[in-house]
């Protein structure tokens, strides 16, 4: 099997081309010829050479609509990205073209559909779109693939029947997490308290540390209760210098393995970006989200709403959360009932293996790999 992903800018364009590559090498060994495209100073350049696949960097910038000039520029290099991707297409001659997210998978795309119109290539293609809203890029770019990959039930309209709901594939050491009890003494817990997870990403989140640590300050956490709270690199000093001396549970700048915080977690305070809804899912964990407010076209807010309106979750908007209404939306949520509700509702939400199901659209797409 030839398999050409695109993805980059976050981990959560990446992880799940991660995740899906290393479930196909697993699978064939070394019959399986996987190779990646992304861009040269995005998070992609790091990540991919160090989980083992090649990476062929083009050229690529955000599809732009506010200004003519920036518009005429951002075709000038992605048409130059198109260009190199031909190149790339023509060397590792894919059955299988994978784009995960991210501008970058634009010029990829276009070029895999025109080699295919022009019967130079028989590649395949489908699009993993994580998010409950489409970003500008997937919406362009869905007319051109052959199947649409998501996370929820029911895909964008504008999908159509290309959409399948295959869930998003999650890091591989979240499919297994350690005894609760092991995660516990690693971390530093008390294991006769309940943990709530609070995470904003290996930048960290002000508002959600600031209205934490304040709800802290002012002794609202719950009885029985205590933090994990991972205040991300560039707020530890600060956040450490504000919680009180005799917080109760632990305090970390990020961890890059997160399998020990979600093993102990009852509870998650983060964020609503695709690849932290993706691992909730998986995990069935119950949270309070906060959704990013300038992320692209609101998709944060988008993702939040989906899981809101399953029961799934609880939403509050950025500007709206202080110390006090974090503090009321505990006391509410972290009574036992509540929790279980979300915890059933979540869990619906759940689909039986991300991996093996897209490895099988996988081998589906590849059998029926005609010209169209």
């Known amino acids: 099997m030839r398999i050409l992903f695109a993805g980059g800018g976050t981990g959560g364009h990446i992880y799940p081309a991660v995740a899906i590559a290393d479930a196909v090498r697993e699978r064939d060994g070394a019959g399986a010829r996987i190779a990646f495209v992304g861009t040269a100073d995005r998070l992609e350049a790091r990540l991919v050479p160090q989980a083992g696949y090649p990476l062929h960097c083009i050229a690529a910038r955000p599809l732009r609509r506010d200004r003519i000039g920036a518009a005429l520029g951002t075709a000038f290099v992605n048409g130059w990205g198109v260009l190199q991707a031909f190149g790339v297409l023509l060397r590792e001659r894919p059955e299988i073209v ?4 991210g501008y970058v998978c634009f010029p990829l795309v276009v070029a895999a559909r025109a080699l295919r119109a022009l019967r130079v290539s028989r590649a395949k293609i489908a699009l993993l779109e994580p998010n409950a809203q489409p970003g500008l890029t997937n919406r362009l770019l869905a007319p051109f693939v052959d199947e649409v990959w998501g996370a929820l039930p029911q895909g964008d309209p504008r999908f159509g029947a290309r959409y399948r709901c295959t869930g998003v594939p999650i890091r591989g050491s979240l499919r297994s997490l350690p005894p609760r009890a092991t995660a516990i003494e690693r971390l530093g817990l ?16 002000r508002s959600l540390n600031d209205a934490l640590v304040g709800a802290i300050a002012a002794g609202l956490l719950p009885t029985g209760w205590q933090v994990l709270h991972l205040t991300g690199e560039r707020e ?11 917080a109760a549970g632990a305090l970390r700048p990020y961890l890059d393995d997160p399998a020990d915080a979600f093993a102990v977690a009852d509870l998650v305070l983060a964020r609503a970006g695709a690849s932290t809804l993706a691992e909730l899912i998986a995990l069935a964990l119950p949270a309070i989200l906060v959704p990013y407010p300038h992320a692209a076209e609101g998709h944060q807010s988008a993702n939040a709403r989906a899981l809101e309106g399953a029961g799934a979750a609880v939403t509050i908007a950025d500007e709206e959360l202080t110390a006090a209404s ?20 979540i869990a619906t939400l759940r689909t039986p293996e991300p991996t093996a199901l897209i490895l099988a659209r996988i081998a589906t797409l590849a059998g029926r790999n005609t010209q169209t």
């Open 98 to 101: 994978i784009a995960t997210g």
């Open 190 to 205: 008390d294991p006769q308290r309940r943990t709530l997870l609070a995470m904003g990403g290996s930048q960290g989140a």
């Open 236 to 246: 530890y000093d600060r956040v450490r210098a504000r919680l009180p001396a005799a």
């Open 326 to 345: 974090l503090g009321a939306l505990l006391a509410r949520i972290c009574a036992p009932e509540a929790l279980a509700r979300l915890r059933a509702a």
